[in-house]
């Protein structure tokens, strides 16, 4: 089943407008219209399905055979919004879902997507945020995209990286990275 985003989806995803969680927020942009929910399936430890038919429930979500105008999602009736996800909330392994495959329709990348590139944009983001903050850690990182010769293990080092990023400067900056990551990263295959 391939999904698309409502109008409530898309207002989910601006900054600032943050009330779900990592892993619904994930759904949401990989919710493109050529992704099926089978295939992101394992991103989510095959919980993608129940989670997917959450965020239909919910107004985020419609598959993508339904009509144009199903699209648009009618306006809730005004009740107080949900209370945003805590701070000290820990970064789930699915913060890099959006990493994986998605791309963002607002910022479409139509370069070279390679792991050379990726490796280059996150050794850039570790020297902004990492090189004056914390030195140490700003190596550990350094090494880790040395060392990542294949998709997973760029991955897994992003993953880390993205995680330390949110502790640092929040789940706006973090998102926009994975995103910008997503964009970066050669597909599977």
Known sequence: MQLLKTDKARTELQIGNRTLGQRERAMLILADGRNTVEAINHLFH?????????????????????????????????????APAPASHPVAPQVLTEVVTATSSADSFEGKRSLATTRMFLFDICERMFVRRDPARAEAFREALRNAKDRDTMLAAARDMISAVEEIAGHERADSISERIAMLLPPEG
Request: hydrophobic share 40%.
């Open 46 to 82: 095959g919980d993608a399905m129940r989670l997917a038919t959450h965020l239909m429930q919910s107004g985020y979500l419609v598959p993508q055979d339904e009509p144009a105008s199903a699209v648009r999602a009618p306006r809730a009736t005004p009740k107080s919004a949900p």
